[in-house]
């Protein structure tokens, strides 16, 4: 199962002040999805986004929302994020006791289940849900912040990963420090999704928004070129 390569710019590295026109300007630019981290101050060290933002950003793109949640409990605020308008929900399996149940939980709400795991966790958390999942994303850097270095052997993990999914229909994204540089390595190894946050905004604004498109075809092109030559 091959997909076509995705970016997902993450809305972490956008201007908070004014992110309706930031959603805008990144569909614009040639976004697939966009990529919204959910972060509690409890599972990880930052505070982000809630469901009352989501649903507020939604009437501005008819992209996928790609709805990253790192917060535990998950469970209780699936709901809320499904009815605020994400089409994926990610949860990480350390954020709640039961991950088949959880996983179960977003299908019934209509959405695409993801699983996330963080650079330390192995990848045989997902082995016994993989008849159950649409997405895993691979973090190549510590949940909580933007703008961290790519931690290089994540690029053997995708690799593992995608041996171990082979024929089923699971998207593998990649979420860390992803640039025009490390985005050949994780699209060769089998990335399809390739979250970026501080490469799609840097030197752009919304009174700017030219680079946003030429970072993502930057990234984009980076990435074809190494399925191309493997
Ligand atoms: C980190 C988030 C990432 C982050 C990526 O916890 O999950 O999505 O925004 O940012 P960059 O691309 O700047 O590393
Ligand atoms: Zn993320």
Not at 109 to 118: D, T
Not at 206 to 217: F, H, K, L
Request: a negative charge; glycine letters at 10%.
């Amino acid at each position: 199962m091959t997909f076509p390569v995705r970016i997902a710019p993450s809305i972490l590295s956008a201007d908070f002040a004014r992110l309706g026109e930031e959603v805008r300007a990144i569909s614009a630019a040639g976004a697939d999805w966009i990529h919204v981290d959910v972060m509690d101050g409890h599972f990880v060290p930052n505070i982000t986004i809630g469901p009352a933002v989501v649903k507020a950003l939604r009437p501005h793109s008819d992209l996928p929302f790609d709805v990253h949640l790192m917060i535990s409990p998950v469970d209780l605020y699936l709901e809320a994020f499904a009815e605020a308008g994400a089409d994926i929900l990610t949860v990480h399996p350390e954020s709640g006791p039961h991950l088949h149940r959880t996983i179960q939980r977003i299908k019934a709400l209509g959405k695409k289940a993801g699983v996330s795991l963080n650079p330390a966790s192995p990848v045989e958390l997902v082995a016994e849900v993989l008849g159950d999942i649409d997405l895993i994303l691979v973090m190549s850097v510590n949940p909580g912040f933007g703008g961290q270095s790519f931690i290089n052997p994540m690029v053997e993990k995708v690799r593992r990963l995608r041996a171990m999914i082979g024929d089923r229909p699971i998207h593998i994204e990649i979420d860390g420090g992803v640039t025009a540089a490390t985005a050949p390595l994780v699209a060769q190894a089998g990335a399809d999704v390739l979250v970026a946050g501080s490469a799609v905004f840097k030197g752009g604004s919304v009174s700017n928004t030219a680079p946003y498109g030429e970072n993502i075809r930057a990234i984009r092109a980076a990435a074809e070129g190494a399925r191309r030559a493997a």
